[in-house]
């Protein structure tokens, strides 16, 4: 037993310079055994921005924060960005990784109060239609 999280990496390079230790990079990742699913975005080359995801269950990864920065003091021209959500709906965080140091940042939720003005679409005309997931 444990506490289960999701975790989502993007990775940045510094402006303006091609990132050119992604393939290293991703190779290093694959020995953490926690990425299983690895995809570039398919940004240009010129935003220096990939998208790396992490697995595709939820995991006990409780050295995370201690993997990224060993992981970043490796490849310290590129920025890690990880995002995190654990099993309790209020627990999301996002970490900045770079040259071994970090910078961690638990995400607010802002709920704005209700304001009419702001509802978009038109009222369905069918009212008996049945919803998409009525049986019958």
Known sequence: M????????????NPGIHCTVVQELVEELGKMN????????GISPHDNRYH???CTD?????DSEEDLQILSAKFPEV??????QGENYDDAWTTYFKGGRYMADAQEVVIHPFD???????PP???NKKYSCQAG
């Open 79 to 84: 920025l890690l960005e990880e995002t995190g």
């Open 2 to 13: 444990g506490y289960d999280s999701q975790h989502n990496l993007t990775i940045t390079c």
């Open 125 to 127: 005309k069918d009212l």
């Open 116 to 122: 009419e003005t702001k509802l978009k679409g038109e």
């Open 52 to 54: 790396l995801f992490a």
């Open 34 to 41: 926690v990425f299983q699913t690895i995809e570039d975005l």
């Open 58 to 62: 939820w995991i006990h990864w409780y």
